[in-house]
């Protein structure tokens, strides 16, 4: 389960102006539960992804997931979610398997498995 509660991120341009991509965002996704972020460019949806997934600090508010909160335990928050986004140059070099290996061990995971089967193997 996934707990957001009042989630801000604030950013500051070189002139020193501030610059609030998230402002205030609460949300409760359930178990099973399968929930979207819709909005136009600039909405801070990929923020709110990266403040969910640990990988920013939010400017204000909490995440928790599987009751870990994110203020207290960034690690272990990390640990839980995975998070891909398009716009990197390194994965084009890795397989699919390259890459999760990679990020589960940047995460603190030592082994795991991949619990996918093929196709023609079905």
């Known amino acids: ?7 801000c991120k604030t950013f500051y341009t070189h002139q ?7 402002d205030g965002v609460s949300f409760h996704v359930g178990r099973g539960e399968i929930y979207g972020l819709l909005g136009p460019n600039g909405a801070g949806k990929t923020t ?4 969910l997934a640990g990988l920013m600090q939010p400017t204000d508010g909490d995440v928790s997931i599987d009751g870990v909160c ?8 990390k640990q839980r979610t995975g998070f ?17 290996r ?8 030592e082994q795991f498995t991949f619990g ?7």
């Open 16 to 22: 020193g102006q501030e610059h609030r991509a998230v």
């Open 70 to 77: 994110g203020s207290s335990d960034r690690m272990a928050l």
């Open 102 to 109: 990679y990020f589960g061990q940047l995460r603190g995971l």
């Open 116 to 122: 996918c089967r093929r196709a023609d193997t079905v």
């Open 48 to 51: 709110t992804l990266r403040m």
């Open 84 to 100: 891909l986004t398009a716009n990197t140059g390194l994965y084009a070099r890795l397989s699919p398997r390259e890459t999760l």
């Open 1 to 7: 389960m996934i707990d957001v509660q009042g989630l």
